[in-house]
Protein backbone atom coordinates (compact mmCIF):
# COMPACT_ATOMS: atom_id res chain seq x y z
CA UNK A 1 0.00 0.00 0.00
CA UNK A 2 2.66 2.56 1.04
CA UNK A 3 3.64 2.06 -2.90
CA UNK A 4 0.38 3.59 -4.09
CA UNK A 5 1.23 7.22 -4.08
CA UNK A 6 4.28 6.80 -5.82
CA UNK A 7 2.05 4.51 -8.20
CA UNK A 8 -0.37 7.36 -8.80
CA UNK A 9 1.73 10.11 -9.79
CA UNK A 10 3.82 7.30 -11.99
CA UNK A 11 0.66 6.80 -13.77
CA UNK A 12 -0.48 10.51 -14.21
CA UNK A 13 3.23 11.18 -15.87
CA UNK A 14 2.65 8.48 -18.16
CA UNK A 15 -0.74 9.43 -19.49
CA UNK A 16 0.83 12.91 -20.41
CA UNK A 17 1.88 11.95 -24.23
CA UNK A 18 -1.04 10.31 -24.46
CA UNK A 19 -3.09 13.31 -23.34
CA UNK A 20 -1.19 15.67 -25.53
CA UNK A 21 -1.54 13.89 -28.59
CA UNK A 22 -5.25 13.73 -28.03
CA UNK A 23 -5.40 17.30 -27.63
CA UNK A 24 -3.00 17.61 -30.91
CA UNK A 25 -5.60 15.68 -32.91
CA UNK A 26 -8.48 17.83 -30.85
CA UNK A 27 -10.42 14.61 -29.44
CA UNK A 28 -11.69 16.75 -26.50
CA UNK A 29 -14.35 14.68 -25.72
CA UNK A 30 -11.77 11.75 -25.31
CA UNK A 31 -9.40 14.22 -23.02
CA UNK A 32 -12.29 15.33 -20.77
CA UNK A 33 -12.53 11.99 -18.37
CA UNK A 34 -8.93 11.44 -18.78
CA UNK A 35 -7.85 14.68 -17.27
CA UNK A 36 -10.50 14.69 -14.23
CA UNK A 37 -8.87 11.56 -13.59
CA UNK A 38 -5.33 13.17 -13.43
CA UNK A 39 -6.62 16.10 -11.30
CA UNK A 40 -8.45 13.66 -8.85
CA UNK A 41 -4.90 11.17 -8.74
CA UNK A 42 -3.05 14.12 -8.29
CA UNK A 43 -5.32 15.22 -4.84
CA UNK A 44 -5.63 11.28 -3.88
CA UNK A 45 -1.79 10.38 -4.18
CA UNK A 46 -1.38 13.15 -1.70
CA UNK A 47 -3.82 12.29 0.23
CA UNK A 48 -3.05 8.29 0.78
CA UNK A 49 0.80 9.46 1.10
CA UNK A 50 0.29 11.33 4.30
CA UNK A 51 -2.69 9.43 5.09
CA UNK A 52 -0.78 6.01 4.95
CA UNK A 53 2.74 7.70 5.94
CA UNK A 54 4.00 6.87 2.53
CA UNK A 55 5.54 9.88 1.61
CA UNK A 56 9.41 9.06 -0.11
CA UNK A 57 11.48 11.28 -1.29
CA UNK A 58 11.05 10.28 -4.58
CA UNK A 59 7.24 11.13 -4.13
CA UNK A 60 8.43 14.94 -2.72
CA UNK A 61 10.59 15.08 -6.52
CA UNK A 62 7.69 13.14 -8.89
CA UNK A 63 4.93 14.52 -7.84
CA UNK A 64 5.81 18.24 -8.32
CA UNK A 65 7.58 17.35 -12.22
CA UNK A 66 4.23 15.48 -12.78
CA UNK A 67 2.35 18.39 -11.73
CA UNK A 68 4.18 20.63 -13.88
CA UNK A 69 4.64 18.16 -17.47
CA UNK A 70 1.05 17.66 -17.00
CA UNK A 71 -0.01 21.27 -16.97
CA UNK A 72 2.66 22.95 -18.43
CA UNK A 73 2.67 21.14 -21.19
CA UNK A 74 -1.36 20.81 -21.55
CA UNK A 75 -1.44 24.99 -21.77
CA UNK A 76 1.48 24.94 -24.41
CA UNK A 77 -0.31 22.56 -26.39
CA UNK A 78 -3.76 24.44 -25.81
CA UNK A 79 -2.00 27.65 -26.93
CA UNK A 80 -0.11 25.92 -30.22
CA UNK A 81 -3.04 24.39 -31.73
CA UNK A 82 -4.86 28.04 -30.77
CA UNK A 83 -7.57 26.23 -28.33
CA UNK A 84 -6.12 29.43 -25.90
CA UNK A 85 -4.66 32.63 -25.88
CA UNK A 86 -0.76 32.08 -26.19
CA UNK A 87 -0.43 35.03 -23.77
CA UNK A 88 -2.47 33.16 -21.35
CA UNK A 89 -0.38 30.17 -21.77
CA UNK A 90 2.92 32.57 -21.25
CA UNK A 91 1.53 34.27 -17.81
CA UNK A 92 1.56 30.16 -16.07
CA UNK A 93 4.68 29.43 -18.22
CA UNK A 94 6.61 32.49 -17.05
CA UNK A 95 5.16 31.95 -13.95
CA UNK A 96 6.88 28.66 -13.52
CA UNK A 97 10.16 29.58 -15.05
CA UNK A 98 10.70 32.41 -13.33
CA UNK A 99 10.14 30.05 -10.02
CA UNK A 100 12.65 27.19 -11.13
CA UNK A 101 15.11 30.03 -12.03
CA UNK A 102 15.03 31.48 -8.82
CA UNK A 103 15.31 28.47 -7.05
CA UNK A 104 18.31 27.27 -9.25
CA UNK A 105 20.27 30.35 -8.37
CA UNK A 106 19.43 30.21 -4.87
CA UNK A 107 20.76 26.58 -5.43
CA UNK A 108 23.75 27.42 -6.48
CA UNK A 109 24.24 30.50 -4.79
CA UNK A 110 23.60 29.82 -0.84
CA UNK A 111 23.23 27.00 0.81
CA UNK A 112 19.20 26.98 0.86
CA UNK A 113 18.39 23.52 -0.41
CA UNK A 114 14.42 23.44 0.74
CA UNK A 115 11.84 24.72 -1.65
CA UNK A 116 8.42 23.38 -0.46
CA UNK A 117 5.27 24.62 -2.07
CA UNK A 118 3.11 27.66 -0.26
CA UNK A 119 -0.80 27.56 0.02
CA UNK A 120 -0.73 29.90 -2.70
CA UNK A 121 1.24 27.62 -5.24
CA UNK A 122 -1.12 24.78 -4.30
CA UNK A 123 -3.89 27.41 -4.89
CA UNK A 124 -2.87 28.03 -8.26
CA UNK A 125 -1.82 24.61 -9.08
CA UNK A 126 -5.55 23.79 -8.28
CA UNK A 127 -6.98 26.20 -10.00
CA UNK A 128 -5.71 25.96 -13.30
CA UNK A 129 -6.38 22.04 -12.97
CA UNK A 130 -10.20 23.51 -12.70
CA UNK A 131 -9.45 25.73 -15.64
CA UNK A 132 -8.00 23.35 -18.24
CA UNK A 133 -10.85 21.18 -17.12
CA UNK A 134 -13.52 23.97 -18.09
CA UNK A 135 -11.47 24.86 -21.20
CA UNK A 136 -11.33 21.29 -22.62
CA UNK A 137 -14.82 20.78 -21.56
CA UNK A 138 -15.68 24.03 -23.49
CA UNK A 139 -13.97 22.98 -26.53
CA UNK A 140 -15.48 19.30 -26.34
CA UNK A 141 -19.11 21.04 -26.05
CA UNK A 142 -19.94 20.28 -22.53
CA UNK A 143 -18.98 23.84 -20.55
CA UNK A 144 -20.04 27.26 -20.95
CA UNK A 145 -17.95 30.33 -22.02
CA UNK A 146 -18.91 32.50 -18.96
CA UNK A 147 -17.29 29.70 -16.63
CA UNK A 148 -14.26 29.15 -18.49
CA UNK A 149 -13.63 33.24 -18.79
CA UNK A 150 -13.90 33.42 -15.22
CA UNK A 151 -11.93 30.55 -14.10
CA UNK A 152 -9.16 32.00 -16.67
CA UNK A 153 -8.99 35.23 -14.99
CA UNK A 154 -9.08 33.93 -12.04
CA UNK A 155 -6.02 31.24 -12.76
CA UNK A 156 -4.14 34.67 -14.36
CA UNK A 157 -4.88 36.07 -10.51
CA UNK A 158 -3.72 33.08 -8.71
CA UNK A 159 -0.59 32.46 -11.04
CA UNK A 160 0.51 36.02 -10.20
CA UNK A 161 -0.51 35.97 -6.91
CA UNK A 162 2.00 32.74 -6.16
CA UNK A 163 4.38 34.28 -8.11
CA UNK A 164 4.45 37.32 -5.63
CA UNK A 165 4.43 35.26 -2.76
CA UNK A 166 7.27 33.11 -3.98
CA UNK A 167 9.53 35.80 -4.75
CA UNK A 168 8.68 37.39 -0.93
CA UNK A 169 9.42 34.25 0.79
CA UNK A 170 12.89 33.65 -1.28
CA UNK A 171 13.63 37.49 -0.49
CA UNK A 172 17.05 37.95 1.66
CA UNK A 173 16.05 38.67 5.68
CA UNK A 174 17.37 41.70 7.07
CA UNK A 175 19.50 40.89 9.92
Known amino acids: MKHVPNLLTAARLALAPYLFLLMFRHQYRTIVPLFIIIGVTDVVDGYLARRLHA???LGAYLDPIADKILLSGTFLVLALTGAIESWLAAVVLGRDVMI????GILYMTTKRRNFPPSRWGKASTLVQIVFLC???GLLAGIA???AVTALKWIT???AIAS???YAWSVRPKSS
Open 55 to 57: GSR
Open 100 to 103: LATA
Open 134 to 136: FQI
Open 144 to 146: VAP
Open 156 to 158: VAF
Open 163 to 165: LAD
